[in-house]
């Protein structure tokens, strides 16, 4: 593996496999979403706040949250944070990811499995 950073990881692979999936299209979205803003410095400035790297929507349904972590780490790497948000967004699958390999957890069975490839918004 090469020493891509999550952003490259993010625009090189795993984009264009949302794309493939479905995702983006149509009445699709991929977005980005602030969950938390950064908490107020005392100098006044703002921390950055918490993001959820992808949400994946379908109409006006919140389906999913991918977080994605950089590919020299494992793809669980962000199973956390994934749930995390996938509660906070109530979202009924989270997903971790490090471009190579997907682990998906259905919050609502309290399943969690590894998949080859995304869902397609009409699968989700």
Avoid: C
Wanted: aromatic share 8%; no cysteine.
């Amino acid at each position: 593996m090469s020493g891509r950073n999550e952003a490259d990881t993010r625009g090189d692979l795993i984009e264009p496999a949302l794309r493939e999936s479905g995702w983006g299209v149509d009445e699709s979205r991929i977005r980005r979403e602030e969950l938390a803003p950064g908490r107020i410095l005392p100098n006044g400035e703002r921390e950055t706040g918490e993001w959820a790297d992808y949400v994946l929507s379908y109409k006006t349904h919140k389906l999913a949250v991918l977080e994605a972590k950089k590919e020299s780490l494992e793809p669980t790497e962000g199973v956390n944070q994934a749930k995390r948000y996938a509660e906070r967004l109530q979202t009924r699958f989270a997903y971790s990811t490090n471009g190579h390999k997907i682990y998906e957890m259905d919050m609502k069975k309290g399943s969690h499995r590894f998949i080859d490839s995304y869902p397609s918004p009409d699968k989700l």
